[in-house]
C-alpha cells in the first residue's frame, strides 16, 4: 500500500512539472490584419515590439537579453515617436523635465519612451513564452510591419 501511495505522489509530482510546460491558453494578443490609420508615436513601436517579441521569443537566451534584441529591433519608431514628442514639446513650450508619476523622480518623454519600449518587449517576449504564442508571418526574414516607415 506504502509503495502504491509513493508511486502515485511521483506521478502527481511528474505531471506537476509536466504542466508548468503547458502554454496558458488566452495569453496571445492577436496581430492586427490591416494598419491602423495614422499610426504614429507609441502604437508604431507597440506594433514592433509586439511582433518582434513573439518572433525572437523562441530564442535559448534570457528573457531580458532576448528583450534587449526586441527593443533594438525597434529604434526606429522609438526615434520617431521621440522626434514627435520633442516637436510637440516645442510647439506646446512644454518644460524638459516633470517628475515621473511612478517614481516621482525628475524624467522627461525620451527616458520614459526608453522604458516603455524595454519593459514592453520584455513583456511580450515573456508572454509569447507563457502562452505559446506564434510568431507573426515573416516576410524577408522579419516580422512585417503593420505601420508604414517613414
Not at 12 to 39: H, I
Not at 40 to 62: F, V
Request: aromatic share 4%; proline share 10%.
Amino acid at each position: 500500500m506504502r509503495t502504491l501511495m509513493i508511486v502515485g505522489a511521483a506521478g502527481l509530482a511528474l505531471a506537476a512539472c509536466q504542466d508548468r510546460d503547458r502554454p496558458v491558453a488566452g495569453l496571445c494578443k492577436p496581430f492586427p490584419d490591416a494598419a491602423p490609420a495614422a499610426a504614429a508615436g507609441a502604437e508604431a513601436l507597440d506594433d514592433c515590439l509586439h511582433r518582434w517579441g513573439y518572433a525572437l521569443a523562441g530564442s535559448r537566451d534570457d528573457a531580458g537579453l532576448t528583450a534587449d534584441a526586441v527593443a533594438a529591433a525597434c529604434r526606429a519608431p522609438l526615434a520617431r515617436w521621440n522626434q514627435q514628442s520633442m516637436n510637440q514639446a516645442a510647439q506646446a513650450d512644454a518644460p524638459a523635465e516633470a517628475p515621473s508619476l511612478l517614481t516621482g523622480q525628475p524624467t522627461n518623454p525620451i527616458a520614459e519612451h526608453a522604458t516603455f519600449a524595454s519593459d514592453r518587449a520584455l513583456f511580450y517576449v515573456v508572454q509569447a513564452r507563457a502562452g505559446g504564442c506564434k510568431p507573426p508571418p515573416r516576410k524577408e526574414g522579419a516580422p512585417p510591419m503593420t505601420t508604414p516607415e517613414k
